[in-house]
Nanobody, 125 residues
């Protein structure tokens, strides 16, 4: 399976903005929901924002009102505009896509999940 490719991370001062993008255009599968997760050192990976194929969005409380997720279905692309960034937003941001159903080793039907390699976002105080 082809891995989604992220871009747009970097270093920004507190209060600044960044825009992340991710494409799963080379995926052979039909892409369903797409999302951004983040993983900070010493912390659990957490869901930041997700968007369904028909545009329904969901945000973590910590980013609601500051981050905006959007997608282009024709390109299997998801983007996230991040405004008013804070030092606590520093993390590796990972693109995630759900792409159909597969049978796992136990014989159960589970969602196929595609993960990007991640892009670093660092916010300085």
């Amino acid at each position: 399976q082809v891995q989604p490719v992220e871009s747009g991370g970097g270093l920004v001062q507190s209060g600044g903005s960044l825009r992340l993008s991710c494409e799963a255009s080379r995926s052979a599968y039909s892409i369903d929901a797409m999302a951004w997760y983040r993983h900070a050192p010493g912390q659990e990976r957490e869901l930041v924002a997700e968007v369904s194929r028909n545009g329904i969005t969901n945000y973590a409380d910590s980013v609601r009102g500051r981050f905006t997720i959007s997608r282009e279905n024709a390109k299997n692309r998801v983007s996230m505009q991040m405004n008013n960034l804070r030092p606590e937003d520093t993390a590796v941001y990972l693109c995630h896509a759900k792409a159909g159903i597969v049978v796992n080793v136990e014989g159960a039907l589970v969602e196929r999940e595609l993960w990007g390699q991640g892009t670093q976002v660092t916010v300085s105080s």
